[in-house]
């Protein structure tokens, strides 16, 4: 069992797991689980004499601290790949490959409380390090995480939508077609423009294609100096969403 809450002290907000035995926090100290697990959230109690706080996390909170294996999705591609989905409340969503599960854990929360995430993993370092990071969320029982390969001879799953983060989507097209519901998106995440040529070229009767780069421009918010940041990430990944009318 896991128990994840904010944990508010002197005002910054740390991840921690109630139902641990010990928690560790860098900076402040380590003390037994059982010293915050009754409090009331919101109610200000005394720890270690500090002021403390118990609140609800937020996804962020989860995404921030995530054990890392392969690179992850990152909020401005996730936020519009949720969007372009069309999944909702009980929607079902098969997903490859997990990897480090950032994805993932946006689209149960896009399908809580009662849907489902199918997710693939093909390798097991990756697969391990997902199921690490799934066990964080309270979404983790909406989500079956399988540790093999998505191929095009994988059994049909009936899903709503259909979400691809691997190097070859073009390979899970004909199976895509298979499995979505009739008006349901394939949304594939790559990072290369050879890429996006090998699965335009699979999407053949497919509609409403779209290709979109999502540029973010983050601002310094020293009140005095309001401006862009001087660095930017200049390029994440291509997302291409299709769907399919049968
Ligand atoms: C870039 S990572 C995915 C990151 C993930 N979207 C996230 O936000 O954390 C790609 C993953 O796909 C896995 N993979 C590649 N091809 C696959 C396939 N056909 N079936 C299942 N997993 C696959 C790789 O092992 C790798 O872990």
Known sequence: MSNW???????????????????????????????VRGQKLGSAFDLLGEKCLIARYALSDVQSNLKRGPQIVLPKDIAWMIYKSGLATGGTVVEAGCGSAALTLALAQA??????????????????????????????????????????????????????????????????????????????????????ENLLVSLEGWKEIEIVEIIQRDWQSKSNALRPKTNMLGHTGFIISARWNG
């Open 5 to 35: 809450n904010l944990l508010i002290i002197n005002g910054s907000a740390h991840l921690v797991d109630l139902d641990s035995e010990i928690i560790e926090i860098s900076g402040f100290g380590r003390f037994p689980g059982e010293a």
């Open 111 to 196: 399908v809580a409380p009662n849907g489902k995430v199918i997710t693939f993993e093909n390798n097991p370092r990756h697969f391990k390090i997902a199921e690490k990071n799934l066990e964080m969320s309270p979404w983790k029982d909406l989500v079956e995480i399988r540790s093999s390969e998505l191929e095009d001879k994988t059994k049909e799953i009936e899903a709503d939508a259909i979400v691809l983060d691997l190097p070859n989507p073009n390979e899970i097209i004909e199976w895509s077609k298979r499995s979505l519901r009739v008006g349901g998106f394939m949304l594939s995440y790559v990072p290369t423009v050879n890429q996006v």
